[in-house]
């Protein structure tokens, strides 16, 4: 059950940004994606060849903060904030690339790096939707 | 899709614990549990009688701080500390029943109570049955 | 004892960032600013017009989980992107910001608002010190 | 500049904790802790020897992801729930003993471990104080 679509829907001020799917999406892919990030530099660290995942563990951390953090403020509706939303979603693009980049080098031999990496490139995809329609 | 429960398969180390679907439905219902815990805080702050709902927004804020801890260590396979996982399992019981029980107070008035008490009694029966299954 | 002026010394490959002071100056600020604006979001939930802290309220919550992110990910040295520090201390500065000028309305009535406010723009004064270090 | 020792000190409630000292100390450590410990598993990724620091490293994870967590519930006096903080603070006193303790192994060859070891035997004694004066 994904209890954040309930929830968006039976808040009591309604949504303040139109596009209630686009958001749920991006509230959703943030999550997975901070989930991800986690479990990917645990996996890392358990592999043989830890020491050629350095970065990869590093930026796993970096992106699993970043996108909990985007994950949390964006599924509160009251009273936001709406450059808040655009420079933390914008983090979150840059997170979710950097780290999909990095993971995208050892996907070939790493099943949990091949995970991540569409994990973040689909954080990053909705994130980028989110952003575009808070431009406007 | 599940990102975690794919992220347990290709491990490699594989599970320390030996139920992976209980271990997976443990962490699954942390992270959903922590999301509602956020969303129902948010929601309370936004009610016409805030000032009744104070205790429960309070409760809501340290549930979703210790699931949100709880599931994150629980998806950590690598070099795992059983004393670590029984503590913070317990204490992930003990926030999700009293978190529980003020929510069902207001849930006949408030929907995202509803479904935020919800939450935290999957979240504490999983967290039950995890812990149960680690004590034999 | 601030131990994370000790472990930024005490690192096995040094700084990536050259001016060491002024790092430790943002991680501390961080942590300062997220603590501070925690402690604000739960005075002001106590008070008695908590109807009219809403929104400072919701902005402390938002503040804090950044600062948080961005004092992880400045506290991590190996294997640094300079290009997510950018982008989250950027973000930083923006919540910053912007909960300081909501707590700076409550701070003749409120002192935590008050208290709260100045922790916001030290941090937000030593985001903008080191982003601009970062951009030379 | 201490903020949470002002925060606790202009709280609209006043303290449920009966000794102010003795929660500003606990508080204090966790944070503290927290973040020797995100510093100690970023400095043990540097290390030549990462793969004899792998154990290290998760259990640094751990105990900041618990000591955060703590700190953050603890820093919150609006309707406490004296259950919740008895539960978390027993985790954290066990976090930081099975953290200590593999940061002690690693002291004599690394000054971060033996940094940390210390934050973490700190923050466990601050908890014992705190929850033997809550069972009282």
Do not use: W
Request: aromatic fraction near 2%.
């Amino acid at each position: 059950m994904q209890f954040y679509s309930e929830m968006l829907r039976t808040h009591p001020r309604g949504m303040q940004i139109q596009n209630l799917d686009m958001l749920a999406e991006c509230i959703k892919t943030c999550f997975e994606c901070a989930q991800a990030c986690t479990d990917c530099a645990d996996a890392c660290l358990a592999e043989e060849n830890v020491k050629q995942l350095v970065r990869c563990i590093r930026l796993n951390q970096d992106c699993a903060d970043i996108c909990d953090a985007t994950g949390r403020i964006l599924s509160r509706q009251t009273e936001p904030a709406v450059e808040i939303f655009r420079s933390q979603i914008q983090s979150c693009i840059t997170a979710c690339d950097s780290c999909a980049s990095e993971c995208e080098i050892h996907a070939p031999h790493h099943e949990h790096c091949r995970i991540c990496a569409l994990a973040c490139r689909m954080c990053q995809d909705s994130c980028n939707k989110l952003l575009k329609s808070l431009k406007q």
